[in-house]
């Protein structure tokens, strides 16, 4: 029993030595790496300024950038006989044209209402009401 005792305290008394020296290693190193309360400050400074430069870089980017219009393709058929009218509002529903009745105008104002000729024709969001209406009265 002696021996036992003997050996469970020589156990105890090395593993004290061990975590006694892992502690005290590592305490030093932590000391080490604290930040002091002016570097802090200076960290949160700079953050600050880098976040200020990032907002106003965003600002003039929203400023530049103009936003994407989507592009919308249609394949317009028209039959023989069919009003300009009917065409002016499947294009405006098809979101090539924004406005229909404008649509017409243009055609009135250029005396193109009786122009248009029956087909098939692709025509894109991009395209102005003189392309659209150069294309459908050839």
């Known amino acids: 029993m002696k021996r036992t005792t003997r050996a469970f ?7 004290t030595t061990i975590i006694a020296t892992i502690y005290y290693t590592n305490h030093n ?13 200076q960290l949160v400074a700079e953050r600050n ?10 600002k003039e980017t929203k400023k530049t ?13 028209i039959a023989k006989g069919e009003a300009s009218r009917d ?7 098809a979101h090539i044209i924004d406005d229909a009745q404008s649509f017409l105008t243009y055609l009135d104002a250029h005396q ?5 000729r029956p087909g098939t024709y692709v025509i894109t969001s991009d395209m102005s009401y003189e392309q659209i209406a150069r294309k459908i009265t050839k």
């Open 65 to 77: 950038t103009p936003p994407q219009k989507e592009t919308y393709i249609y394949t317009l058929t």
């Open 87 to 93: 065409i002016a509002e499947r294009l405006q529903q």
């Open 9 to 15: 305290a020589g156990g105890i008394l090395f593993a």
């Open 112 to 116: 193109l209402t009786r122009a248009v």
């Open 49 to 58: 300024e880098l976040a200020n430069a990032l907002e106003k870089l965003k």
């Open 29 to 41: 190193e932590s000391k080490n790496n604290t930040v002091s309360e002016k570097q802090y400050e």
